[in-house]
């Protein structure tokens, strides 16, 4: 773990002539300001000033003074940048010109529900992701097709799959940035493409994953193409999902916390599944929208997988999409666990049989549905007492 003066030490030994500092507005979409080496002092003992009316989410013109933060713990060299001049990236947390939090950072409201459920339920959650994505190719003008880079299909390999080295690019990059991805491979679709991470802590978690998307972005404009992180950017073909692994230090708690976030689905889904597309990919290719949980079955909304010693804890969300803000959903997540805790809630029965299929046995037992449209998520979620103690606002 760095420290301040870790960082200023290593700014000023190895050459680094710029520094990216990063947060993130409620989207999840990540923002910078670059300021100098020189500057980074500053940054740290004051902070640096920008617009808060012009982050989306965020505030209006007449009070729109905020301050970032460098978190030195979160220092990664940018390993495509030049070696002279080096470019290092620090994530930031965000504070009213007083120094008080800013209740719509969403960094902190990840950290805050991290420290609740240490300190008031001794618990510690540990988040792993597999994120897919799609590779396409450019047209004359360098704008994106929906033309797929290759035509293989699942687990393919080299010369039908044609992301084999992309994808190593990718992996080698992350190791260089201190993120170590623990798998990949080709996905269903055409050009679809994943990488899976060691499980982490909560907020690691959540930087890796907006960390790896822009590394994959960056990796694939270097090669000429377009990575797609949309949850349905080819209508006949597999969504793009964000399935995310949740693992509890307390494997007794592990039904409760599966019953939790089994009562809160519905009120979730609108920061799990944030666009119109979303609501197409659901339902189909392996993307459930029925409200179960199965050992072992992917057309559940929570599958729990074979269980090994390592993750004897672990339960896998099916539904989410890349274009969620991972540090909300994670937030959103560990709250709807601590509630299952709390309150000792039982799952129901697991569903054994495929919910893909209709006349599903289990279809007939009142199994409920995910909302099917952005606007019937949104509805749900403005009026959950759950999500506005959640979140704050």
């Known amino acids: 773990m760095y420290t301040v003066n870790d960082v200023l030490e290593y700014v000023q030994e190895e050459d680094v002539k710029f520094v990216r500092l990063a947060f993130f507005d409620l989207r999840g979409v990540q923002k910078n300001i670059s300021i100098m080496a020189g500057q980074l002092e500053s940054a740290f003992k004051n902070g640096v000033s920008f617009d808060a009316s012009a982050i989306y989410g965020f505030e209006t013109p007449e009070k729109s003074d905020l301050f970032l933060h460098p978190d030195p713990t979160t220092v990664a060299i940018l390993p495509w940048r030049p070696n002279t001049g080096k470019v290092v990236r620090m994530f930031c947390t965000i504070s009213h010109p007083d120094g008080t939090p800013y209740k719509k950072d969403c960094r902190t409201l990840l950290a805050n529900a991290v420290k609740k459920a240490r300190e008031d339920f001794g618990m510690e959650f540990r988040f792993g ?169 992917r057309s559940t909304f929570i599958r729990v997988p074979a269980i090994t010693n390592d993750d004897a804890s672990r339960i896998e969300i099916r539904t989410p999409d890349s274009e969620c803000n991972p540090y909300i959903v994670f937030t959103l997540l560990i709250y709807a666990a601590l509630d299952g805790i709390k309150n000792n809630l039982e799952p129901p029965e697991d569903v054994k049989e495929n919910l893909f299929t209709e006349g599903s046995p289990s279809l007939s037992k009142g199994i409920r549905t995910l909302p099917d449209t952005l606007d019937s998520a949104r509805e749900i979620a403005q009026k959950s007492s759950f999500i506005k103690e959640a979140l704050g606002f």
């Open 129 to 297: 992701t597999e994120i897919e994505f799609y590779l396409f190719k450019l047209d004359e003008k360098g704008e994106p097709t929906k033309i797929p880079f290759d035509n293989a299909s699942y687990m393919d390999i080299a010369p039908e799959d044609k992301g084999e080295n992309i994808r190593r690019e990718i992996c080698f990059t992350l190791e260089q940035m201190g993120i170590q991805p623990e798998a990949s491979h080709h996905e269903e679709g055409p050009g679809q493409n994943e990488i899976d991470f060691h499980y982490s802590d909560a907020l690691s978690a959540a930087d890796n994953a907006e960390t790896f998307k822009w590394i994959v972005r960056t990796r694939a404009s270097s090669a000429g193409l377009f990575a797609d992180f949309s949850p349905k950017p080819i209508s006949d073909q597999a969504g793009s999902g964000f399935h995310i692994n949740i693992s509890i230090s307390d494997a007794s708690k592990k039904r409760n916390m599966l019953a939790g976030i089994l009562k809160h689905a519905e009120e979730l889904t609108y920061y799990m599944n944030c666009t119109e597309e979303s609501y197409d990919r659901l339902g189909s290719c392996k993307a459930p929208k029925y409200i179960a949980w199965g050992r072992e079955n």
